[in-house]
């Protein structure tokens, strides 16, 4: 079940991650290169200051966090598989903030729909798409 943003709702932008990679390890932010990324990147940015990417092998990343070459997709997973992930994910997102916050979507459809799971099994707010 989804629940009420609360009035100080922080809103955490969650931006997916990117097929098109680094070939070295380097800090997220710079790791993912795909255009759709980057601009998911800076409109994020625009919105609010606390931003996460999600990644199917990583979980969910600060822009800093320094990420190794991988291939993982979360398209190879079982749906029961990606609801997993989008719960532990959800629950790596929502920790350090005093209130739920409410996230706002911007990634594909699979990791949308797992960290909406994610969400509403954490009781948070219904993620914002834009």
Known sequence: MF???HKNSP???VVGCSAIKAAHSAPAREFY???L???ALAYA???????R??????GALTLDTEVEPYDRKLSELRKTHREDWGARTVDELRRGFNVPP????????????AILYGAHWHNLPRPQTP
């Open 3 to 5: 629940t009420m943003p």
């Open 11 to 13: 809103l955490v932008a």
């Open 33 to 35: 290169r795909s255009p």
């Open 37 to 39: 990324f980057k601009a």
């Open 45 to 51: 940015e625009s919105r609010t200051k606390d931003v």
């Open 53 to 58: 990417i999600v990644s199917a092998h990583y």
């Open 102 to 113: 409410t996230f706002l979507l911007l990634c594909g459809q699979l990791y949308a729909d």
